[in-house]
C-alpha cells in the first residue's frame, strides 16, 4: 500500500526558513495530488498548500508568498519550502496523499502521515 514518511520540522527562530519533506512509498498505486496540512495548538487542522499530478498548486491565503510546495518527477515526494515564519505557525505539520490502487479496479486512498512539529521562537 502507500506510506508516507515526513522530515524537517524542527526549532526555528522568527522570520526563518525550513523546508520541509515528505516521500511516499509503496506499490502498486498512483498519486493524484498531495499536500501539506497543519495544526496548531487548540486549533483545528487546516490546508496549507497542495499540488496536482499535472502540478497545479494551490495556497492557504495565510502562507501564500512565503510558502512553495514542490514535488519530484515521480509524484511520489512532496516539500514544503517555508520562509518568514511566524510564531502563530508553531503546529504539527501534516503530509496527505490522494492516490489510487489497482484491485480489479482502482480504489480511491487518502493517506496521511504521522506528522512533524515545527516550532517558531520569538
Known amino acids: 500500500q502507500v506510506q508516507l514518511v515526513e522530515s524537517g520540522g524542527g526549532l526555528v527562530q522568527t522570520g526563518g526558513s525550513l523546508r520541509l519533506s515528505c516521500a511516499a512509498s509503496g506499490s502498486g498505486f498512483v498519486i493524484n495530488a498531495m499536500g501539506w496540512y497543519r495544526q496548531a495548538p487548540g486549533k483545528q487542522r487546516e490546508l496549507v498548500a497542495t499540488?496536482?499530478?499535472?502540478?497545479?498548486?494551490n495556497y492557504a491565503d495565510a502562507v501564500k508568498g512565503r510558502f512553495t510546495i514542490l514535488r519530484d518527477s515521480a509524484n511520489n515526494t512532496v516539500d514544503l519550502q517555508m520562509i518568514s515564519l511566524k510564531p502563530d505557525e508553531t503546529a504539527v505539520y501534516y503530509c496527505n496523499a490522494d492516490s489510487a490502487r489497482y484491485a480489479g479496479g482502482w480504489r480511491h486512498l487518502e493517506v496521511w502521515g504521522q506528522g512533524t512539529l515545527v516550532t517558531v521562537s520569538s
Open positions: 499540488i496536482t499530478r499535472g502540478g497545479s498548486t
